[in-house]
T-cell receptor, first 112, second 110 residues
Framework: DAGITQSPRHKVTETGTPVTLRCHQT?????MYWYRQDPGHGLRLIHY???????DKGEVSDGYSVSRSKTEDFLLTLESATSSQTSVYFC???????????FGDGTRLSIL | GQQLNQSPQSMFIQEGEDVSMNCTSS?????WLWYKQDPGEGPVLLIA???AGELTSNGRLTAQFGITRKDSFLNISASIPSDVGIYFC??????????WGAGTKLIIKP
């Protein structure tokens, strides 16, 4: 397994509360990504990072923010969670260019 | 935006059968990737393809990068029970972003 740890693995929270998901890597890869996975949609990119403090938006970034203060950690924050953000969230890492992305085991987030 | 059409959506097969699935797009991709996802886990890379026309094998798996750069297929020979799962294709565009298919769910008939 690529050295990727996502935490928490499961979370249930209420609408309107802030939520932060963490991705930690031990591979020293430059690029890190956050995806969400919903039935029938495959994976959709939320945000990605190409270095410490360097981030950019993906396809479905509305309602999400990210931060990367260290190479090994990439945080995804839902400032005020909504039920439409109930999903499985995956972190991925890569060395950039055309190098493949490798994935963590996901965080299942339920917003009631 | 760019989209990938992955088919079939699901497959019921007998153990020992060969399996074929494919992805097509109206857009050109520079890299094609095939992943497998088991329940409760993240996608795991099976095969990466980097050149048009490239044919690559990984054990019983074989994948090809279409000559037009708009499609790819994955074949699994002599399926076994542990092949069950969801298979995803992903194309990497010129911005190095991945565009994902919706997945092919492989189910083995008892």
């Amino acid at each position: 397994d690529a050295g990727i740890t996502q935490s928490p693995r499961h979370k249930v929270t209420e609408t309107g509360t802030p939520v932060t998901l963490r991705c930690h890597q031990t591979e020293n890869h430059r690029y890190m990504y956050w995806y969400r996975q919903d039935p029938g949609h495959g994976l959709r990119l939320i945000h990605y990072s190409y270095g410490v403090k360097d981030t950019d938006k993906g396809e479905v970034s509305d309602g999400y923010s990210v931060s990367r203060s260290k190479t090994e950690d990439f945080l995804l924050t839902l400032e005020s969670a909504t039920s439409s953000q109930t999903s499985v969230y995956f972190c991925a890492i890569s060395d950039g260019g055309n190098q493949p992305q490798h994935f963590g085991d996901g965080t299942r987030l339920s917003i009631l | 935006g760019q989209q990938l059409n992955q088919s079939p959506q699901s497959m019921f097969i007998q153990e020992g059968e060969d399996v074929s699935m494919n992805c097509t797009s109206s857009s050109i991709f520079n890299t094609w990737l095939w992943y497998k996802q088991d329940p409760g886990e993240g996608p795991v890379l099976l095969i990466a393809l980097y050149k048009a026309g490239e044919l690559t094998s990984n054990g019983r798996l074989t994948a090809q990068f279409g000559i037009t750069r708009k499609d790819s297929f994955l074949n699994i020979s002599a399926s076994i029970p542990s092949d069950v799962g969801i298979y995803f294709c992903a194309g990497q565009n010129s911005n190095y972003q991945l565009i994902w298919g919706a997945g092919t769910k492989l189910i083995i008939k008892p």
